[in-house]
């Protein structure tokens, strides 16, 4: 079973910051938080993650909190190809872990 | 970046014929590759953990003698469908897990093939 709770579904406007909240309260020390996306009829994509430390690259920017039970995946200025579903994934690092996916969130980008 | 690549992207079937699908990294070395299954406005299912020269590990619920899975060389990995029904029909995503040593997990996924069967 997934170890994250996501929402359903959300709405962003165009150019604004999208941000997409996880919640992982059973995270185990040694578990990292992925987040992936999947636009319709294709292979999901890899966006960024993170063990304690907030992180940011060309994508976007996760926020794990102190007590890293839930975590924020920003993308600072949505574009209508943002439009996806968004997994937030808890996992082993290295070669023991695998990606269980949820039913991540659906991001609507409108413009 | 890392790409994986799927073969065929679209395939139908009669109901009963076999079909394979290919996942193939194109510009890294894959130890480990996985492949999933995605039925429409559902998630992606892990269905089994691929590993160069051993055998697949299969999630718990797969039969792994309808879903044969081949793993011959670090950068491919076939899965094949054995008998294949309509309820076989689905999305077949693979991943591949770069063998360079890394600590970490990230995965970069295939394109993705569409299987119906008839």
């Known amino acids: 079973d997934a170890k994250t709770t996501q929402p359903t579904s959300m709405d962003c406007a165009e150019g604004r910051a999208a941000n997409l909240p996880c919640n992982h309260s059973t995270i185990s020390g040694n578990e990292y938080v992925y987040w992936y996306r999947q636009i319709h009829s294709q292979g999901p994509q890899y966006i960024i993650h993170g063990l304690k430390n907030n992180e940011t690259n060309e994508m976007a920017s996760l926020i794990i909190t102190e007590d890293r039970k839930s975590s924020t995946l920003i993308l600072p200025h949505a574009t209508l190809r943002d439009t996806a579903v968004y997994y937030c994934i808890v996992t082993l690092s290295g070669n023991t872990g695998k990606l269980i996916f949820g039913q991540g969130t659906t991001l609507q980008v409108k413009p | 970046g890392a790409v994986v690549s799927q073969h065929p992207s679209r395939v139908i079937c009669k109901s009963g014929t076999s079909v394979k699908i290919e996942c193939r990294s194109l510009?890294?070395?894959?130890?480990?590759m996985f492949w999933y299954r995605q039925f429409p406005k559902q998630s992606l299912m892990l269905m089994a953990t691929s590993n160069e020269g051993s055998k697949a590990t299969y999630e718990q619920g797969v039969e792994k003698d309808k879903f044969l899975i081949n793993h011959a060389s670090l950068t491919l990995s076939t899965l094949t469908v054995t008998s294949a029904h309509p309820e076989d029909s689905s999305f077949y995503i693979c991943?591949?897990?770069?063998?360079?040593?890394?600590?970490?997990?990230?995965?970069?996924f295939g394109p993705g093939t569409r299987l119906t069967v008839l």
């Open positions: 510009d890294f070395q894959a130890t480990t």
């Open positions: 991943s591949a897990r770069d063998g360079g040593g890394g600590l970490y997990n990230e995965q970069f």
